[in-house]
């Protein structure tokens, strides 16, 4: 994971690192994920990298989408509380928004890409 963060140095020279999050329901994030990337079903969470430099010096790095049903499913499955399960959620989007991704396509879960060693 750090190899994969270390390919965006540029983050190191903004004053500000702008994230927006949006709870959203399964309705919500099946639309979503349908127009963006042909998948009709719902997801835990989407993210979307903008990367917009600002003259402001502060980055807008792109938007992450959670879906609050399914961190309450997951949360029960996990045994987390439903805030530990949208913060892990939260985590996991910005990851991907960094450059992170999932070392096994299949493994789109956020404990796969979250617990990934940082070494």
């Known amino acids: 994971m750090a190899s994969q963060l270390s390919k965006k140095p540029y983050l190191n020279d903004k004053t500000n690192i702008l994230i927006n999050v949006t709870l959203c329901t399964d309705t919500e994030i099946t639309k979503q994920n349908k127009k963006y990337f042909s998948r009709d079903y719902p997801t835990d969470v989407l993210s979307?990298?903008?990367?917009?430099?600002?003259?402001d010096n502060s980055l807008y790095l792109g938007d992450v989408l959670v879906n609050k049903?399914?961190?309450g499913r997951q949360a029960e499955e996990y045994g987390n509380s439903v805030e530990e399960e949208i913060s892990e959620l939260v985590?996991?989007?910005?990851?991907?928004?960094l450059g992170v991704h999932h070392p096994d396509d299949d493994?789109?879960?956020?404990?796969?890409?979250?617990?990934?060693?940082?070494k």
């Open 91 to 97: 985590a996991h989007g910005i990851l991907h928004l």
């Open 69 to 71: 049903d399914q961190a």
């Open 48 to 55: 979307f990298t903008f990367e917009d430099n600002r003259e």
């Open 107 to 118: 493994d789109h879960s956020v404990h796969g890409i979250a617990k990934e060693p940082t």
